[in-house]
């Protein structure tokens, strides 16, 4: 009579799911291309955000080769490298850590993770990711466009991004500012979806507080991100009113070339204060799923409770929240009310204190625990390491005082590399090799994975970490070249070389990476169900991959939480969320 | 920018209620068995389609509440010069009251299981949103041939880019009211239909309250409450 208990409570979903609510695909084409399977638009999610993110390495290499040896590629000018620079970070930070986590892992894991069949609204979910792909094309079209892409830096400051003598102003940035405009919208669609899936389409038993920590972090993460994104919106509509309709009102009264401009009276200061309302909350969105998903990943491969479960819980909605009252930290020189910048200091050092909760929960959940250096646990371990290293710099960068003169040096530049594109990429190839098993029945190879490792988690310090130094000498970011500089010694250029020769090494480890995802597609060996023995609701799929609709007949019904590793006195060393209490305790409960 | 720390303070209030009827403070660890035994912190019981537009709602209503600190804030530079709002925007106003209450009156009629009276109040509604549509463009055209153009005054441009955001919200609300009107011809089933009824008077309501905040700002109605908010905070 154990099932008793579980007919008849409200609002929980029925074990069986009436056949017409699944979307049922009919030919080969609603099943790959315009599919509505959440399994497969994480799929194409992740294909094209790596296809994009790839032409941004590219982009990098191009920024090495002119910095290590300036004058040596004539292939390369000034307004060049303000595109690469420019287009380098946008696709970065939007087009492929954002579309990575949230479309990507967000799509696959929600449902799995909960226990749903799909996402609430797979339509939407389908369009979302066509309008994603629009975006990106229409970014990748700029390009090819009369004067290339923009050059205005990723930030877009007006006025100089829509002047002339910025590159790319007649194409560039009207396309860049469409097309960061559709990436808003097709995201609004999935983040409504992820955020409706979670709340809705838990399987029973499945509670707030049973839900594995990724789902946790792309959760608060999506909510971020549909509450900053507008901003975003409402600075990039107002920006394209500026460059083609000629309104002010972020262009100020200027000379262009020779002429006075027909703007007048617009703030700057305004776009700015827009751009970092979303800018700031976009470097947690991207965060707070890696936190999430990383503490699965030392979880699982320590075969160890996280340590501090609820503690982690709070910690992701507090940072959540606080990440919006901080945007002004990135603002300290643009000349806004000098005294606001105390308040952000404050609530910046704050900030720290949920996020250094996470970093020891993490620390403390490796303490002792059976730790398998499997490949994704090595990139977990990278991603703790690399994120203390950026988090700390933060601290700096955070108070006034320090950043005033750091501002613009290259020491910036080695903080948000560290602590937003180093760590969360990290996280993203550790989750790839902890989930791939899952999405294609077939381990990565291990010693390719290995290789991979090592040469990005090196190179990345050998990249990053002198360029801190270079920084402290006072080496500006966004220059073209550095010619004879008084105050930068020679060995500054030496230096600069040799990040540029480890840039490229890593750059093309990553090569061996992609190839390990085709090769291993076909020569991978077979993995199972559950090759890491793990305990959250994707592994017990009936099959893998896991056929449309993830659940065969019944849905999983959730017992406990995510993370019984190693429980005292249990058969095995881990104890999926769906298996029964066993009977001994099941009557010892009644009776009390 | 303080618009919108408020409009989050008010979202973070909600959401800090609701997760504290979630049992955060539960120890999952110590909590094995079977659903039922730990109440609180189940799944939703509404319907996914309500409270994705109640999302949705949050979402555009931070977008709104973004334009309207940028308006704030650029007011207070010396080259803003009112604009006079044309006579024709309360006409339109009460337009789009009429247009909530129809599709109002059509969620009582489907409440009530009564086809015809959902029928009329959806076309009633979908009618006199258009001809609210029609009169904002006609307000552009009268503003435009006085001489008022988009890019003469920063309030101009507020003026053109707001009433252009808020149509854009209608126009996409009408294709939903279209789709449930169409199926609704078909001869769907009432009560199959109710949500769909429902949602599109949720959003009429809201899209009509927006535009009431909006008119108060475009007409200055609210200057002094701004400048009131603007003493209090600094």
């Known amino acids: 009579m154990v099932d008793v208990p579980y007919e008849g409570i409200p609002g929980i979903p029925p074990a069986e799911v009436p056949d017409v609510e699944l979307y049922h ?70 087009y492929l850590l954002t579309a990575l986590f949230l479309g990507g892992f967000g799509n696959y894991l929600i449902p799995l993770m909960v226990g749903a069949r799909d996402m609430v609204f797979p339509y939407v979910n389908m369009l979302s990711y066509w309008i994603y792909l629009l975006a ?65 389409a838990r399987t029973r038993g499945m509670t707030l507080m049973r839900l594995p920590l990724t789902v946790w972090g792309i959760f608060t993460a999506t909510v971020m991100a549909l509450l900053a994104f507008p901003a975003l919106f409402v600075a990039s509509v107002m920006l394209l009113f500026d460059r083609l309709l000629g309104t002010s009102f972020f262009m100020p009264a200027l000379l262009e070339m020779g002429t006075l401009s027909k703007h007048g009276g617009g703030s700057p200061l305004l776009f700015q204060h827009l751009f970092w309302f979303f800018g700031h909350p976009e470097v947690y969105i991207v965060a707070l799923p890696a936190f999430g998903i990383v503490s699965d990943l030392i979880s699982t491969h320590a075969r160890k409770n996280i340590f501090g479960y609820r503690m982690m819980v709070w910690a992701i909605v507090a940072i959540g929240a606080l990440s919006f009252i901080v945007w002004a930290h990135h603002m300290y020189v643009s000349g806004m009310f000098p005294q606001f910048g105390y308040f952000f200091a404050t609530t910046t050092l704050i900030i720290a204190i949920p996020t250094a909760i996470k970093v020891y929960n993490w620390v403390l959940t490796l303490w002792r625990g059976d730790i398998h250096l499997t490949v994704p646990m090595l990139f977990a371990l990278g991603f703790i390491v690399t994120f203390v290293n950026g988090g700390l710099t933060g601290l700096f960068l955070g108070n006034v005082v320090v950043d005033v003169p750091l501002s613009d040096t290259m020491f910036v530049v080695a903080h948000f590399h560290m602590v937003m594109g180093v760590a969360p990429i990290m996280v993203v190839l550790g989750a790839i090799y902890h989930w791939y098993p899952k999405v294609t029945g077939r381990m990565l190879n291990e010693a390719m994975g290995k290789f991979h490792f090592w040469v990005t988690f090196l190179g990345a310090y050998l990249i990053f970490f002198p360029m801190h130094y270079l920084g402290l000498l006072g080496v500006p970011r966004r220059y073209f070249e550095l010619l004879d500089t008084t105050f930068i010694p020679s060995s500054a250029h030496s230096l600069n070389a040799f990040i540029s020769v480890v840039a490229l090494i890593v750059g093309f480890s990553q090569m061996v990476f992609l190839f390990n995802l085709v090769w291993s597609l076909f020569k991978g060996e077979a993995s199972g169900g559950n090759p890491w023995r793990a305990t959250t609701l994707e592994w017990q799929t009936p099959e893998t991959p896991p056929a449309h609709g993830n659940w065969g007949k019944e849905l999983p019904v959730v017992y406990r939480w995510a993370y019984d590793y190693s429980v005292p006195g249990a058969a095995e060393d881990f104890i999926p969320q769906n298996q029964p209490p066993r009977a001994t305790q099941l009557v010892q409960g009644a009776a009390s | ?180 009107s169409a199926k609704m011809w078909r001869g769907a089933e009432i009560a199959d239909m109710r949500l769909s009824v429902e949602l599109c008077a949720i959003y009429w309501h809201f899209l009509l309250l927006v535009w009431l905040v909006l008119l108060g700002l475009l007409t200055g109605w609210t200057d002094d409450f701004i400048d009131i908010c603007r003493q209090l905070l600094s």
Request: charged share 10%; no cysteine.
């Open chain 1, 136 to 200: 990106v094309l229409v970014l990748a079209s700029t390009f090819f466009v009369p004067g290339g892409p923009t050059g205005a830096g990723w930030t877009l400051y007006p006025p100089q991004a829509i002047l002339s003598g910025t590159p790319g102003q007649d194409w560039g940035i009207l396309l860049m500012l469409a097309s960061l405009i559709l990436f808003i919208i097709g995201f609004t669609m999935g983040g409504l979806n992820y955020v409706v899936t979670v709340l809705q």
């Open chain 2, 1 to 180: 920018m303080s618009a919108i720390i408020l409009f989050l303070a008010v979202l973070a209030v909600i959401a800090g209620w609701w997760l504290s009827q979630q049992r955060l403070t539960a120890k999952p660890w110590l909590e094995e068995g079977p659903a039922g035994d730990f109440p609180g912190g189940d799944a939703i019981t509404w319907p996914a389609a309500k409270i994705g537009l109640g999302v949705f709602l949050a979402v555009a209503s931070a977008l709104f509440i973004l334009f309207i600190s940028a308006y704030s804030m650029r007011m207070s530079v010396v080259d803003w010069r009112p604009l006079p709002v044309p006579r024709l925007l309360w006409v339109n106003t009460g337009v789009l009251v009429l247009s909530s209450v129809a599709l109002q009156w059509s969620y009582v009629a489907a409440r009530r299981h009564d086809t015809e009276g959902v029928m009329i109040g959806l076309l009633a509604g979908g009618a006199s949103a258009v001809i609210f549509l029609a009169g904002q463009l006609l307000a552009w055209q009268r503003l435009g041939a006085a001489g008022y153009f988009v890019a003469s005054n920063p309030s101009n441009s507020f003026f053109y880019l707001l009433t252009a955001v808020h149509g854009l919200h209608l126009t996409g609300g009408l294709v939903a009211l279209g789709r449930t």
């Open chain 1, 25 to 94: 695909p009919r030919s080969w084409w609603t099943r790959y291309v315009f599919s509505q399977d959440a399994k497969v638009i994480a799929i194409q999610y992740s294909l094209t955000a790596t296809a994009i993110g790839l032409v941004a390495l590219v982009l990098s290499w191009l920024m090495r080769l002119q910095l290590g040896f300036p004058g040596t590629f004539s292939f390369i000018d000034a307004n060049q490298y303000l595109q690469f620079i420019t287009m380098h970070g946008m696709i970065m930070v939007i």
